[in-house]
């Protein structure tokens, strides 16, 4: 088995440290731990260890799905992670049933992209991927793209709504349309939905569509609470077993902290802490846009807090932008290469509203400084 680096990962590892402005972060700024209870108890695993059946039970709500339809993991990553495990893993070697456990044994996955790396490099390392790309400038999704990359040996068809990095947020009738394509194949519909509440007027959860409807997600992007590491696959039955399953050699539980963190979050805090994050989301997505007007660039309004746009005149790619930007101005953003487009970088506009406006600022600057370089060496003849 082979994977891919994590592009995006590794070019935060490299950047993201010393400089003053991340300006690439996908999720809304964090919330501070003083807004909650703090203290859990004793601090075991969590038993049962696919969560609370409580808690899980009223998760479980949310998607017309029982307790059993639920189970908690450490953020969306791991979520997406066991999914794929469930669907596309060794079924013998899992499940000791001799295939009795109703979920297909495909190896093959349709992901809609570009998306976050890990939902077609995970599925691309236990099996075999056919991507349909979305494109610009509208970034629109096709069902019948998805039916024609789908198979017979296809487990899993993959969306991200609203998707990472593009901001675009498929409607619901595409979204039930490529749930049609995976019923046909007797497949899922997995979609990771971790910017959901992002959205004004959020769509039904893919969990609810039916029995071949799979949603992931965590409280890291819509709620500011990364640090919790608390997210969860809502789904069928025998799915969330084997994914649980395998949950034994990755986390064994989900972090007590987050659970007891997460009740709160969940609770009746939910509406304010949602609504002041759309609310900032939404101002920022304004400034945002005057930003891209102004520098003339292009780029689709986006759901969230993530926007795809074009890189400006005077520098040779996404790539030589993003390292002139954090060398010169010590802002990180994300270069497109990294989601496969290169004449594109991803900026998340979720950060405190300073450290934002100070970020465009200073990369206005390093725009402008280019801009007046290529213009005096196009006058004088020079090839600076
Ligand atoms: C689409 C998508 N899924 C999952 C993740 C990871 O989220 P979590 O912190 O919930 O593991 C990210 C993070 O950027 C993401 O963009």
């Not at 990095?165 to 979204?175: I, K, L, V």
């Not at 609770?267 to 939404?282: V, Y």
Request: charged share 25%; glycine share 10%.
């Amino acid at each position: 088995m082979r994977i891919d680096p994590f592009g995006l990962e590794r070019w935060f590892a490299e950047h993201e440290h010393e400089a003053d402005i991340m300006l690439a972060e996908s999720g809304i700024r964090s919330l501070d731990a003083s807004r909650f209870d703090l203290d859990p108890g004793k601090l075991g695993y969590v038993i049962p260890t696919n969560g609370d059946p409580e808690f899980r039970a009223s998760v479980g709500d949310r998607y017309d799905r029982s307790a059993d339809e639920v189970l908690f993991t450490c953020g969306t990553q791991e979520a997406n992670f066991l999914t794929f495990l469930s669907l596309l893993g060794d079924e013998g070697a899992v499940d000791g049933d001799g295939g009795e456990s109703g979920v297909g044994s495909g190896t093959h996955a349709v992901v809609v992209t570009p998306t976050y790396q890990a939902l077609h490099a995970v599925p691309d390392a236990f099996g075999d991927v056919t991507r349909v790309e979305l494109e610009p400038p509208e970034w629109e999704l096709d069902p019948e793209a998805v039916a024609d990359a789908a198979r017979d040996d296809t487990a899993v068809i993959v969306a991200n709504n609203p998707n990472n990095p593009t901001g675009r947020y498929h409607d619901e009738a595409a979204m039930r349309a490529a749930y049609d394509v995976a019923v046909e194949r007797d497949a899922y519909l997995l979609c990771d939905e971790v910017y959901r509440l992002l959205a004004a007027e959020p769509q039904p959860p893919v969990a609810s569509y039916g029995a071949h409807g799979i949603s992931t997600t965590s409280l890291t992007k819509a709620y500011g609470l990364a640090g919790l590491r608390f997210g969860w696959i809502a789904g069928p039955e025998p799915v969330v077993e084997r994914a649980w399953r395998w949950k034994d050699y990755t986390t064994i539980s989900p972090s007590l902290f987050g659970q007891h963190v997460a009740k709160q979050a969940l609770g009746r805090r939910e509406d304010r802490i949602l609504s002041e994050n759309r609310e900032l989301a939404g101002d920022h997505r304004d400034r945002v846009a005057t930003w891209v007007d102004e520098h003339d660039l292009d780029w689709l309004d986006p759901v969230g807090v993530n926007a795809f746009v074009t890189v400006p005149d005077g520098f040779a790619d996404a790539e030589d932008f993003c390292r002139t930007v954090v060398e010169e101005a010590s802002v990180v953003l994300a270069p497109g290469h990294l989601f496969g487009f290169p004449d594109r970088f991803r900026i998340g506009f979720g950060l405190p509203t300073e450290e934002l406006e100070d970020g465009l600022d200073r990369v206005s600057r390093v725009i402008e400084d280019h801009t007046a370089e290529s213009d005096s060496a196009a006058t004088t003849g020079g090839d600076a």
